[in-house]
């Protein structure tokens, strides 16, 4: 059961970390114009 | 840019409900934080008022030198198809970006679409984003630039063939991400 939390967390962890990375990779690579047409 | 991170949101989803067609084992992200130093530059010089004020002027080189490191880390991962998908959505921008003076090209009919109150002028950036305002038929390989216009509600989105590239990358390596993220727990239950 320990090792299935610590496990439990570091595949978490892994998950958030690759997420992270790759929505900062989108924000750089990415270049999208975005309005507010009724604003 | 939400419009981007919303397929990776819905690949993550998908991965967890529905991983039964996820091929690929797991997602092994080399050098991560080569992307955080690329991208920090944009960051400062595009999202924080002060810094924009003062990076003005060389704006061009923040954005052509943080997309090549980017282009290099996505040569770190070719052989994963998500990063080859981005790959290729990237090059077709920073060829864009290149060819037009190093910012994203956008035409004044694609400005007037997503504000049509305002005036446009040559040379004129478009709110905080990366692009530039340019007469169509000045743009070098402008169908690479913003030209696929979006409305989803009152949100108004101008993106680029690159754009869609990588939004379709991004959904593949979400799917990806979430269908390992319920397998490998299930294995020591």
Known sequence: MKYFLINLRKEHIELAIAITILVLFILGAGAPASGCNSC | ?189
């Not at chain 2, 864009?96 to 002028?121: H, K, R, T």
């Not at chain 2, 869609?164 to 490998?184: D, H, M, P, V």
């Open chain 2, 1 to 189: 840019m939400y419009l981007l991170i919303l397929p990776m949101i819905l690949g993550v989803m998908l991965g967890i409900t529905s991983p039964q067609f996820a091929q690929q084992r797991s997602l092994s992200i080399k050098k991560p934080w080569l992307v955080v130093i690329a991208v920090l530059p944009q960051i400062a010089a595009f999202y924080i008022p002060i810094f924009r004020e003062i990076s003005a002027p060389v704006m061009p080189i923040i954005l052509v030198g943080s997309q090549t490191a980017l282009l290099y880390f996505i040569w770190c991962h070719w052989e994963q198809r998500g990063f080859v998908l981005m790959g290729v959505g990237l090059g077709l921008n920073l060829l864009v970006i290149s060819l037009n003076g190093g910012l994203m090209p956008i035409s004044y009919e694609m400005a007037q679409f997503l504000f049509p109150e305002g005036e446009w002028m040559q040379g004129q950036l478009i709110g905080t984003g990366k692009d530039i305002v340019m007469r169509q038929e000045t743009i070098l390989l402008g169908f690479l630039s913003d030209t696929i216009p979006v409305a989803i509600g009152s949100y108004y989105v101008v993106m680029s063939i690159g754009d869609i590239f990588i939004a379709t990358g991004a959904f593949w390596l979400a799917y990806i991400l979430g269908a390992n993220s319920t397998r490998k727990e299930l294995v020591y239950v």
